[in-house]
């Protein structure tokens, strides 16, 4: 149909704008994967989903996802180690995270800072050092009026009684980056459920620091897979097959 064409013309421009000039961003520990839930949410980075044997299923899952909802946007990222100093400058995680912004804030010529909401005073700290090497500047908890930001960047247990104003601001045109701290996910899930995203309850690279950089997909294609349905569809094909070689291994000793 026409509005699903238009749809995955948008979701191309969106994966276009945020991996342009990207060929590999750096992994990270405890990464907490995210769902894309409606048309409007699109797929960006994705890898592999591991069995509690570390073996690897052919099923990947988004990382970092985007997602366009009234006249704002809003994004969510795995891990916000992504944002800390050691990370940031690692492969072209930069130049990602550079586009990201520009793609929340619509290209914005304003030389507004971007508030840091709900973060504690070391990652703050943390997350300033890495954005100043981009020009950028930052203010921090700040919620007389969240109007005067083009972009604001939040952890994921931000505290549920800002998040009614959140949603005002996107609704209103604003930009706005989740980041993943491996809290309790309910309540920031409610929250992320009506543009279209959810975190999952699993953990890649759980505690492991050591993985080779994620490469950016080489197109749109490559990840529209990712997307819930498809995936639920290949996730439930691999686990009938997982099951199936399971009972057969069980018969095969018994």
């Known amino acids: 149909t026409l509005i699903h064409q238009i749809d995955i013309k948008m979701s191309k421009l969106t994966f276009d704008q945020i991996v342009a000039n990207v060929k590999n961003i750096t992994s990270l520990p405890d990464m907490m994967p995210v769902l894309c839930l409606t048309t409007e949410a699109v797929p960006i980075f994705i890898s592999f989903l591991y069995l509690e044997d570390s073996s690897a299923l052919d099923v990947q899952l988004p990382i970092i996802a985007a997602s366009s909802y009234e006249k704002g ?13 050691e990370y940031f400058h690692r492969a072209d995680t ?53 109007s005067k930001y083009n972009c604001i960047f939040i952890p994921s247990n931000i505290t549920p009684d800002i998040m009614y104003k959140l949603t005002d601001y996107v609704k209103n045109g604003g930009g706005l980056a989740v980041f993943n701290n491996n809290s309790e996910m309910e309540p920031i899930n409610k929250f992320l459920l009506q543009f279209g995203l959810s975190y999952t309850y699993c953990v890649l690279n759980e505690g492991f620091d050591n993985s080779d950089d994620i490469q950016a997909p080489p197109a749109y294609a490559y990840v529209k897979e990712s997307h819930f349905v498809p995936l639920l569809n290949r996730f439930k094909l691999i686990m009938n097959k997982y099951e199936r070689t399971i009972e057969h291994r069980i018969k095969n000793y018994s």
């Open 94 to 146: 930069s130049q990602m995270i550079s586009n990201s912004i520009n793609w929340l804030t619509r290209e914005s010529s304003e030389n507004a800072p971007i508030l840091l909401l709900g973060f504690d005073k070391p990652t703050i700290t943390d997350i300033n050092k890495s954005l100043q090497s981009l020009g950028i500047t930052t203010e921090s908890d700040d919620i007389s009026n969240l």
């Open 73 to 85: 946007r809003i994004m969510c990222f795995s891990q916000v180690k992504i944002l800390h100093n």
